[in-house]
């Protein structure tokens, strides 16, 4: 049984959320954090520090896939529209626990919802992928030179590179791609 911690926006949506969860599977809703092994949430970044340990699942009215990609970016484990079921809950609340990331359908189609093609025209360098889970991590090409010990103007490469092979006009684009092609992860 997972033990799930409600942080809601208000008492009429934890008291949903809870009668959802209730209802939706082998979930025991607890008060205390460090009972907890996952947080269930439609508050888009909770303030306690002890959420940003635990895996989370948020609920969002839209999950425009640029949200997606920020929850995912600053922590949460799943990300679901509002208006899952229960059953939807239950089972991204049991991948979050097992450590896996989840996107609802709904949301990620609109991912490929692109006039280009996904397909990578040349495979990524090694070199070429550990720079684009640098740029993920939203890291200016001066911190990506930096950690790496190498000079800008050779991450500019890299970044045109990539560019290209994943036929990306930005940055944003091109990690997107390289999370939807399973080249890097959050």
Do not use: C, Y
């Not at 025209?121 to 070199?127: A, I, K, N, V």
């Not at 550990?130 to 001066?142: D, I, T, W």
């Amino acid at each position: 049984m997972t033990r799930v911690l409600i942080a809601a926006s208000s008492p009429f949506a934890r008291a949903g959320l809870e009668a959802a969860l209730r209802a939706g599977g082998d979930v025991a809703i607890v008060a205390n954090p460090e009972e907890a092994d996952v947080i269930v949430t439609d508050i888009d970044s909770p303030d306690d520090d002890v959420a940003r340990e635990l895996p989370t699942v948020l609920l969002v009215a839209n999950p425009h896939p640029m949200a997606v990609a920020d929850a995912l970016r600053t922590g949460a484990r799943a990300v679901l529209s509002q208006d899952s079921t229960p059953a939807q809950i239950a089972a991204a609340i049991g991948a979050a626990a097992a450590g896996l990331v989840v996107i609802q359908p709904a949301g990620g189609e609109s991912w490929g919802a692109n006039s280009r093609p996904t397909i990578v025209s040349e495979p990524l360098t090694p070199r070429e992928i550990e720079v684009l889970g640098m740029m993920a991590e939203g890291l200016p090409n001066k911190a990506i030179a930096h950690r790496l010990g190498i000079s800008d103007h050779t991450v500019k490469f890299h970044a045109t590179s990539i560019l290209s092979k994943l036929n990306a006009g930005s940055r944003t684009e091109a990690v997107m791609l390289g999370l939807r092609q399973g080249l890097i992860m959050l």
